[in-house]
Nanobody, 115 residues
Framework: VQLVESGGGLAQPGESLIVSCAASGFTFWWYDMSWYRQAPGKEREWVASIKSIAGVTNYADSVKGRFTISRDNRKEMVFLQMNSLTPEDTAVYYC?????????WGRGTQVTVSS
């Protein structure tokens, strides 16, 4: 099983970034997919989720209206489009797959928002 994040980097406040997660080794379409993030000195926090069926999405209040999660079941990938970035969005972003009690994590990709 692998979840490999990519697309992080440096952005200025107000700019946009997209992070991607490529999955392999499990039945991707069956799993709910999420993004979490962990800022320096803080606990990991949930950012957004997309259900396996029908693609229902949910967002943390801190990113609602700015971030969009999506998935491509054929390519076995999940994406997080991040708009209107602020320095408070600086964190390592982690991809998560969950189905019942089974859960997988990626290693994360760094997103830094700074002028």
């Amino acid at each position: 099983v692998q979840l490999v994040e990519s697309g992080g980097g440096l952005a200025q406040p107000g700019e946009s970034l997209i992070v991607s997660c490529a999955a392999s080794g499990f039945t991707f379409w069956w799993y709910d997919m999420s993004w979490y993030r962990q800022a320096p000195g803080k606990e990991r926090e949930w950012v957004a989720s997309i259900k396996s069926i029908a693609g229902v999405t949910n967002y943390a209040d801190s990113v609602k209206g700015r971030f969009t999660i999506s998935r491509d079941n054929r390519k076995e990938m999940v994406f997080l489009q991040m708009n209107s970035l602020t320095p408070e969005d600086t964190a390592v972003y982690y991809c998560n797959a969950r189905q019942g009690s089974t859960e997988y994590w990626g290693r994360g990709t760094q997103v830094t928002v700074s002028s």
